[in-house]
Nanobody, 125 residues
Framework: QVQLVESGGGSVQAGGSLRLSCAAS????????MGWFRQAPGKEREVLAA????????DYADSVKGRFTISQDNAKNTVYLQMNSLKPEDTAMYYC??????????????????WGQGTQVTVSS
């Protein structure tokens, strides 16, 4: 089993930045890809970014491309999501996800078999 714990959420004004962290524990070596999703009230969960753990290939949703950056620190078994130029519409619960499968589309929820509990991000205007 793999456990994911997110941190770094909070409240920020529009234009500000936050960095989310996702620490993985358990059978970390089994992981192939990690990603970030978010869900705003009344909306479906949407993918933001994903990264292949070995190889570093990254993908981004168009809505965050150029503003958000996914990165990893192998020594800390942690994946980060750096969020810049935040907008009120970025307000949501942010989730970290991980997959042990080396197949599946990075942007689909069903690709991921491990999920964190989420961390709230609130952006005020």
């Amino acid at each position: 089993q793999v456990q994911l714990v997110e941190s770094g959420g909070g409240s920020v004004q529009a234009g500000g930045s936050l960095r989310l962290s996702c620490a993985a524990s358990g059978y970390r070596s089994s992981l192939y890809r990690m990603g970030w999703f978010r869900q705003a009230p009344g909306k479906e969960r949407e993918v933001l970014a994903a990264r292949v753990i070995r190889g570093g290939n990254t993908d981004y949703a168009d809505s965050v491309k150029g503003r958000f950056t996914i990165s990893q620190d192998n020594a800390k078994n942690t994946v980060y999501l750096q969020m810049n130029s935040l907008k009120p519409e970025d307000t949501a619960m942010y989730y970290c996800a991980a997959s042990g499968r080396n197949f599946g589309y990075w942007y689909l929820e069903e690709t991921y078999n491990y999920w964190g509990q989420g961390t709230q991000v609130t952006v005020s205007s």
